[in-house]
C-alpha cells in the first residue's frame, strides 16, 4: 500500500484521519497562504490545498498518497481568519452574531506515484444565532478556539452557538471532509474500510 501522507500540522486534522484506521505520516509544508488579488473564498481554499499537496510532495516518498486540505471562512464579505488572541476571538464572534458563515473546505488528494490529483470543495453554512457580549466571552474562555478560523470548534461547546448548519459533510466543518477523502482514497486504489 502507498504511503499516506497528511499535509497539515492540524491536530484537528490528524484527529479526523485517525478515525479510518489507517497509518499516515504528517509534515507541514510551509506555503504563502495569502488570497491572490480579486480570488474568491472558495477559490483561495481550492488552490491552497493543492499548493499545500505539491509543497509536501517534495517533502514524502515517491510512493505516496499526499492528503492535503485548506479552509476558508467568510462572513458578510470578509474572510475570517484563525484569531490567535481571545480578544480577536471575541471580535470574530461578535461580527458573527446573527448571521451566516460560509465555510469553503477544500480537499487535494495527490497520487505521487500517477501524479493524478483528486480534488473537491464543500461549501459548509453555519448560522449563528444572535450572541450576547457575555456569552462570547464565557464561551471563548472555556473552549478556547484561537486556533479555529471562526473563533468557535463546532465539535465541542460551540455547537452551543449555532441556529443551523448545512453541509454536506459535518467533517468539513473540522476542517477535513472525510466523505470526499474516502471516495478520493477508494478512487486511487485504497480500500475503505
Known sequence: MQVLVLASGSRYRAELLQRLNLPFLQCSPDIDESALSGETPDALATRLAHEKADAARILTQDDALVIASDQVAACQGERLHKPGTE???????????????????????????????????????????????????????????????GSFKVESLGISLFESVESQDPTALIGLPMIALCQSLRKAGIQVP
Not at 452574531?97 to 480534488?119: E, I, K, M, N, P
Not at 453554512?125 to 457575555?134: E, M, S
Request: charged share 30%.
Open 87 to 149: 480578544k480577536r476571538a471575541r471580535e470574530q464572534l461578535s461580527l458573527m452574531s446573527g448571521h451566516s458563515v460560509d465555510f469553503y473546505t477544500a480537499l487535494c488528494l495527490l497520487d505521487t506515484r500517477s501524479g493524478r490529483y483528486f480534488t473537491a470543495l464543500d461549501t459548509t453554512t453555519a448560522r449563528l444565532r444572535p450572541l450576547k457580549a457575555d456569552e462570547i466571552r464565557r464561551y471563548v474562555a472555556a473552549d478556547q478556539p484561537l486556533d479555529c478560523a
